[in-house]
């Protein structure tokens, strides 16, 4: 990905508010980590068969946050069978990138970029925390966007000769992780869809919900403060009012 020039912004001023993008439903239209799974698993029959066997019981998983990070590890482990090590992962993120570049670039949301750039323009400490691994957020980001904007995510390790999501990048522990990579300070603006990201849109000074499930939206606007945005980037099938780009 380095051939790859990114775009040019001013330093981070000194004393810059941070402000924190999630990634998938906020920058890009979808789950950029199941989409980067799915490929692994079809990459051979057996894959997909074993998919399929497991899925009655580790779909139900992904979708409650108490189980999440195993059931999502049991689709990881799948996708991975045969390699060991993380670089290994992201040699094949690497490539996944390379091979569907026209689809990922029209699964970015062109507001999302926008808001990005404007607070990258303005010097503000910008960082990405996403529940996918971060060199798939990365790669999609300095590939496709041309952007090369910090990113924490889920760690993955070996696993009974695959590997597995060893630290998910999800609720509580997304604020743990990005505290431990020195982004520490009070965050002044978050951006999230979702739920899990209670923990970082309650810790920020300005919290921004985004494309949100319609189902949650009274779930946030009763547990946000009040006045609290809920706006719709241009994700289909999403809630949140409206935006369009001379409005930024």
Same mark, same amino acid.
């Given at each position: 990905m380095s051939a790859v020039r990114p775009a040019h912004f001013?330093?981070?001023?000194? /004393?810059?508010?941070?402000?924190v993008f999630d990634f998938d439903h906020t920058l890009y239209d979808g789950d950029s980590g199941s989409h980067l799974f799915a490929w692994l698993i079809k990459r051979s029959w057996w894959r997909m068969a074993l998919a399929l066997l497991i899925a009655p019981v580790a779909g139900p998983m992904v979708a409650w946050l108490p189980t999440r990070r195993r059931g999502i590890s049991a689709f990881v482990w799948i996708g991975t069978v045969g390699l060991s090590r993380a670089r290994g992962l992201d !040699?094949?993120?690497?490539?996944?990138?390379?091979?569907?570049t026209a689809q990922i670039r029209a699964r970015l949301l062109p507001i999302a970029l926008d808001v990005l750039h404007r607070h990258r323009v303005q010097g503000d400490r910008v960082v990405v925390a996403t529940g996918a691994p971060p060199e798939l957020a990365r790669a999609i980001l300095a590939f496709v966007a041309h952007e090369d904007v910090p990113v924490v995510g889920t760690l993955v390790g070996p696993r009974l000769g695959a590997l597995a999501a060893r630290r998910h990048c999800h609720s509580d522990m997304k604020m743990t992780?990005?505290?431990?990579?020195?982004?520490?300070?009070?965050?002044?603006?978050?951006y999230s869809d979702s739920s899990a990201d209670l923990p970082l849109l309650?810790? !920020?000074? !300005?919290?921004?919900?985004?494309?949100?499930?319609? /189902?949650?939206v009274d779930m946030?606007?009763?547990?946000?403060?009040p006045g609290t945005p809920i706006l719709n980037w241009g994700c289909p099938g999403r809630a949140g009012d409206p935006v369009a780009p001379a409005e930024l």
């Open positions: 001013p330093p981070v001023r000194e /004393g810059a508010p941070l402000v !040699a094949m993120i690497d490539r996944y990138v390379a091979l569907h992780m990005l505290r431990e990579v020195g982004f520490d300070a009070p965050v002044e603006i978050a309650k810790a !920020a000074r !300005a919290p921004v919900v985004v494309n949100p499930k319609a /189902g949650r946030f606007r009763r547990v946000l403060p």
